[in-house]
């Protein structure tokens, strides 16, 4: 008997679209479809009866399931075990891979898991033909969940190229929110260093430009992975799939030109704050000089008046104190009229 706990979930589409699920979707603590389905001889049997078919058949793996490699081992015996290692892979980047029998393709989206970072982002990796979908995951990709809820409402992919151009505008559609919340972030903090340069937001700006460099990182080479695949002449992708793919592409661009631009701004944003840090530095640093150089010849004086040896001027007169006194204030009104003659202050 096949293990099959590593499968979140198993599809067979008919033509017309008619899905049926090829196993009991087990829900976890929040109501959404995880692993760990009780390993039976009937379920392993179902789909591999649905792969052999000619019916499109999707088949969704939890990489975190040790079952779920030697699953694929046992029965994905259509895919070389290079392809399988490039599935079950612990790192990926974003890339499309063009076979005689399929394509390999792998993606990122946005984690938008409870507790988690957005940049961090969420592979999924792809075998698709004609007939045949395996995914592999290792954490939850809202995108995929979208699709398996439109399947579930009769409204989900007719064949295999309508599987990957919807999953791919799901995909790309859940960037936006990110990358608008990130743009007006930095809005915020741009308009806050206008108002009031503070070394607080220093932190912040540096974040939001982690943020992006981090999600161009992953998102430029998608724009490769969907042009290449928009102009490949798999069977499985009509014309009407390549122009779904055109406005995922350019959406992907724009997505690139709107992270770069966010990227930019960042850094100026971070220029100005550290140049109005650095002018008020110096201001600070410019008034303490006019104060020293108020004080230099008070001190001057009142150290030579107070050396310890004979023939101190007035030493033996009562007044002598309030004398100096009214010349220091002599001194003290003399040296600001010349500071602001010469524009010191």
Same mark, same amino acid.
């Given at each position: ?14 033509? *017309?679209?008619?899905?049926?699920? =090829? ?14 389905? #009780? ?10 009866? /649905? ?23 046992? &029965? ?5 075990? %290079?392809? $399988? ?19 390999? $393709? ?15 982002? !969420?592979?999924?990796? %792809? ?24 399947? &579930? ?11 990957? #151009?919807? =999953? ?17 972030? =930095? ?7 206008? &108002? ?15 943020? /992006? ?31 779904? %793919? ?11 030109? +709107?992270?770069?631009?966010?990227? &930019? ?11 109005? =840090?650095? +002018? ?30 004979? *023939?101190?001027? *007035? ?7 309030? !004398? ?22």
């Amino acid at each position: 008997m096949v293990d099959c706990s590593g499968i979140i979930y198993a599809y067979q589409i008919r033509e *017309g679209g008619e899905a049926k699920s =090829l196993l009991p979707i087990r829900l976890d603590s929040e109501g959404l479809p995880t692993s760990g389905i #009780t390993a039976n001889e009937d379920a392993s049997a179902q789909i591999k009866a /649905a792969l052999a078919g000619s019916d499109l058949t999707w088949v969704h793996l939890d990489i975190n399931e040790a079952s779920s490699k030697k699953w694929a081992d046992a &029965e994905l015996t259509f895919l070389d075990p %290079l392809t $399988l290692d490039a599935l079950f892979a612990e790192e990926t980047r974003p890339r499309i891979l063009e076979f005689d029998t399929g394509t390999l $393709l792998i993606l990122r989206g946005v984690n938008l898991n409870a507790d988690a970072e957005p940049e961090d982002m !969420v592979s999924i990796r %792809l075998w698709i033909d004609s007939s045949k979908i395996i995914s592999v995951r290792k954490r939850r990709l809202k995108a995929v969940t979208d699709l398996r809820e439109r399947i &579930e409402a009769g409204v989900g992919p007719h064949n295999a190229g309508d599987f990957i #151009t919807q =999953l791919t505008s799901r995909l790309f559609e859940r960037m936006e929110p990110v990358f608008t919340e990130l743009d007006e972030l =930095l809005d915020d903090a741009e308009e806050r260093v206008m &108002e009031a340069a503070d070394t607080k937001y220093r932190s912040q700006i540096t974040d939001i430009r982690k943020q /992006a460099i981090v999600f161009r990182r992953y998102i430029a080479p998608q724009r490769d992975v969907i042009a290449a695949l928009r102009v490949s002449d798999m069977p499985w992708l009509s014309e009407l799939h390549k122009r779904r %793919l055109q406005e995922s592409l350019d959406r992907v661009i724009r997505y690139i030109e +709107d992270i770069d631009s966010i990227r &930019e701004r960042a850094q100026i944003v971070k220029d100005e704050l550290t140049n109005a =840090l650095s +002018d008020k530095m110096n201001k600070n640093l410019y008034l303490l000089s006019v104060i020293a150089a108020v004080f230099l010849p008070l001190g001057f004086l009142t150290g030579l008046l107070g050396i310890n040896v004979g *023939g101190v001027p *007035g030493v033996d007169d009562p007044s002598a104190f309030w !004398v100096f006194s009214g010349f220091l204030s002599v001194v003290v009104a003399l040296q600001i009229l010349l500071f602001k003659r010469w524009k010191w202050f």
